[in-house]
């Protein structure tokens, strides 16, 4: 097995099933310390991930295409919790988001830069991109309708199993980091641990106290958190290298303009390094900013459901 990445939660590998049913299958090992080194909560999350992809995969409405596939797992002797998922991709956004503003770069170096096939570039790009972008809300939709929150969706914890833009056809996102998913069964709100506990927080600090307005709030904050991946797919893979991360975004979304879509349009159409992502945004008459204003809007209760997200005339494609 070779060492593969970090995750927000633990240690990744490689490897392959070598007995068994699954014999030949390749997988990916998601590796949590030790008692030693990771405590409780790292038994904590390793517990949450497995048991949330048990009870989602034991669904009788079928297991989702748009979530990664458990397929088994193990404790060592000193105490490392091990997770297997079905490999299905080696890249996440935040690597096919590095690759491809990396290539626009260097495109703009070369003499021969021809912007006409730039042009045919950033049409399948756009296209790529929503098609990600369905795959994404439709895990969330998944996840919601069987009452489940991610917690921890971002540019990390969505695994693509091409991020070639001309194979977009084929293209599958598949959620995973599950660790801090949170159970909104309303009989099971009021049992919720510790991995929650900064969720309910949030919810009071909203206004939201009863078992009702603690589900909608948290529902309303994994869109949040999908708003804030949209914004991330709008704006990296259209800008060159160095001109825009996660952070950067963030900020500008959070604490420069409060949340204000418009305002946010009317400064980055005043640079040039950002005209791809406006005009991707600008689709529809303006139909991606509008979406992303719902999304992040400030009040939790006026945003959509993963559901309305995923019927949005730029999320269907009709923008194209």
């Avoid at 991709?89 to 990396?102: F, L, Q, R, T």
Wanted: glycine share 8%; net charge neutral; hydrophobic share 40%.
């Amino acid at each position: 097995m070779l060492e593969k990445a970090m995750s927000k939660s633990g240690r990744l590998y490689e490897g392959r099933v070598s007995r068994g049913p699954l014999t030949g299958t390749p997988v990916t090992f998601k590796v949590y310390p030790g008692r030693r080194a990771g405590g409780v909560v790292a038994d904590a999350l390793a517990a949450n991930e497995l048991n949330t992809h048990l009870f989602l995969q034991s669904s009788s409405k079928g297991i989702a295409q748009h979530l990664a596939l458990l397929v088994g797992g193990f404790e060592t002797t000193t105490g490392e919790q091990w997770l297997a998922f079905r490999d299905d991709g080696k890249y996440s956004v935040a690597d096919y988001a590095k690759i491809v503003s990396e290539r626009l770069s260097k495109s703009r170096e070369v003499s021969s830069w021809n912007p006409f096939e730039q042009g045919v570039t950033i049409k399948r790009r756009q296209s790529f991109i929503i098609k990600l972008l369905q795959g994404v809300m439709k895990g969330v939709a998944y996840l919601h309708d069987h009452d489940r929150l991610h917690q921890s969706l971002g540019p990390f914890s969505v695994v693509l199993n091409t991020i070639s833009e001309k194979e977009g056809s084929y293209l599958i996102p598949r959620l995973r980091d599950l660790a801090f998913s949170v159970n909104v069964r309303y009989k099971e709100l009021d049992d919720s641990g510790q991995l929650s506990e900064g969720l309910w927080r949030r919810a009071s600090g909203a206004g939201a106290f009863t078992q009702m307005e603690k589900r909608a709030f948290g529902i309303a904050d994994d869109i949040y958190e999908a708003g804030l991946l949209f914004a991330y797919l709008a704006f990296v893979p259209f800008c060159e290298a160095g001109v825009m991360d996660s952070l950067s975004l963030q900020r500008l979304l959070e604490n420069t303009f409060q949340l204000d879509l418009e305002a946010t349009r009317e400064y980055c159409l005043a640079d040039d390094r950002l005209v791809n992502a406006v005009e991707f945004l600008d689709l529809g008459d303006g139909a991606g900013w509008e979406l992303l204003q719902t999304m992040l809007n400030a009040d939790f209760r006026k945003r959509p459901t993963a559901e309305a997200v995923l019927n949005h005339r730029f999320m269907t494609g009709a923008v194209l």
